[in-house]
T-cell receptor
């Protein structure tokens, strides 16, 4: 069965600190896709990144970076030099190739960046 | 390009009353999703459409919930009658339907049943 676990319910950091959000997934498929979404107070889920199961290269986009490790079934998200505008709830999601094209979400991590 | 549009943004109704939510997906997106998000939780799928066909409605409580996607574009989700436990955010999303593509979400409808 597919499952996404985000063990960190809430994290608070001071502005300019680095922070890592953890995501652990379970799947029986060999082909799958992982996503990160940001949900600011406005409520809309904003897509951040997609990774397929065959691409374990880490990715960096500005202050954001993602570490995908199949050996530990993890897809962690790091924000470098955090800013107040990064405050939001972040969701990790899984989509299996042979599933029903649905996205299985974790319970989210609320990030608070304090000025 | 316009994103996924949902209305209303907020709705307060009394229990046992009916309520409907509307979603307009991104133009050209064949796949449409309705998700339910309870407070402090991640979104959970209610129903998925491929064009006008509901291909996954296994999580939709069919005794009180219904949905339709006429002409494979806009969609409506209805609850009748609403219960107190239905208070949540109802999110609509769409995607091109290709394997592994991301879904794009609307801002959601926050329903409060009193």
């Amino acid at each position: 069965a597919q499952k996404v676990t985000q063990a960190q319910t809430e994290i608070s950091v001071v502005e300019k600190e680095d922070v890592t959000l953890d995501c652990v997934y379970e799947t029986r498929d060999t082909t799958y896709y992982l996503f990160w979404y940001k949900q600011p107070p406005s409520g809309e889920l904003v897509f951040l990144i997609r990774r397929n199961s065959f691409d374990e290269q880490n990715e960096i986009s500005g202050r954001y970076s993602w570490n995908f490790q199949k050996s530990t079934s993890s897809f962690n998200f790091t924000i470098t030099a955090s800013q107040v505008v990064d405050s939001a709830v972040y969701f990790c999601a899984l989509s299996e190739a042979w599933g029903t094209y649905k996205y299985i979400f974790g319970t989210g991590t609320r990030l608070k960046v304090l000025a | 390009e316009a994103g996924v549009v949902q209305s209303p943004r907020y709705k307060i109704i009394e229990k046992k009353q009916p309520v409907a939510f509307w979603c307009n997906p991104i133009s050209g997106h064949n796949t449409l999703y309705w998700y339910l998000q309870n407070l402090g939780q991640g979104p959970e799928l209610l129903i998925r459409y491929e064009n006008e066909e509901a291909v996954d409605d296994s999580q939709l409580p069919k005794d009180r919930f219904s949905a339709e996607r006429l002409k494979g574009v806009d969609s409506t989700l209805k609850i009748q009658p609403a219960e107190l436990g239905d208070s949540a955010v109802y999110l609509c999303a769409s995607s091109p339907g290709s394997l592994g593509t991301e879904a794009f979400f609307g801002q959601g409808t926050r329903l409060t049943v009193v």
